[in-house]
């Protein structure tokens, strides 16, 4: 499905790009094979594909342990702060 140079344009405003009329035809072009390239991909049946956990068959992923390597710091981070209440830093209403 080739793109014309009007969706293209109307594309690029959406984007908030000013092309060229030179730039348009290489965004066309480009534009529209990636748009032939997902037609291709949803063309692939894969109706009887099971999905997978892992790409390799027999592998995992190896995880790290769930330890804790860092101490709590929030209230020598907030000693500087010019207000804080219950842990929270309170900041000047700036929208009226």
Same mark, same amino acid.
């Given at each position: 499905?080739? +793109?014309?140079?009007? %969706?293209?344009?109307?594309?690029?405003?959406?984007?908030? +790009?000013?092309?060229?009329?030179?730039?348009?035809?290489? /965004? %066309?072009?480009?534009?529209?094979?990636?748009?032939?390239?997902?037609?291709?991909?949803?063309?692939?049946?894969?109706?009887?594909?099971?999905?997978?956990?892992?790409? +390799?068959?027999?592998?995992?992923?190896?995880?790290?342990?769930?330890?804790?390597?860092?101490?709590?710091?929030?209230? %020598? /981070?907030?000693?500087?702060?010019? %207000?804080?209440?219950?842990?929270? /830093?309170?900041?000047?209403?700036?929208?009226?």
């Amino acid at each position: 499905m080739p +793109l014309t140079r009007e %969706q293209i344009a109307s594309i690029a405003a959406l984007a908030r +790009l000013d092309l060229s009329s030179s730039e348009i035809p290489i /965004y %066309q072009n480009s534009l529209s094979s990636i748009l032939e390239f997902i037609g291709a991909l949803e063309a692939a049946d894969t109706a009887n594909v099971v999905p997978m956990a892992h790409p +390799l068959p027999g592998q995992s992923q190896r995880l790290r342990p769930d330890v804790v390597t860092e101490s709590d710091h929030h209230e %020598q /981070y907030q000693a500087n702060a010019s %207000q804080v209440a219950a842990g929270l /830093y309170l900041v000047p209403k700036v929208i009226e």
